[in-house]
């Protein structure tokens, strides 16, 4: 056991492991420091939603209750774009879909629905803003 103390190889090969550490540890550190801060404000979590992508939210918030087809007419883009989009959507929590027959259509979260990520309220946030800057 006094062997394995004194063999400069395991010494150095422990000294390489330590340095190692300690450059990722430093290398984590300054992620840490570079990652954004966890948006409490709705509006700006709303407003983390890409472009167009809102876009198309903001359709469906017009709408009420449609599909790809019907998005990509007020959109102007093609139904194959606002299909991607809109199960993009879906998927983050932000609508809800429903098939009837062949057709899916799409919809806001109610309020009484579950909303863990606080989505229908940032919406309904940027709704009654535009509603009072426009009049």
Known sequence: MSNLHNDPDILEYLNDINRRLNNLELRLSKIETYSPPQIDDKMAVFLTVPDSIRKSLFAVSDLKSCTADEVSVVTCRHRSIENKYLNELYRGGWLVRERKGKKIYYS???????????????????EDKLDRLLG
């Not at 806001?108 to 940027?126: L, R, T």
Request: glycine content about 6%; charged content about 55%; proline content about 5%.
């Open 108 to 126: 806001m979260k109610k309020k009484d629905e579950p909303d863990e990520d606080g989505h229908w309220s940032a919406v309904e946030e940027v």
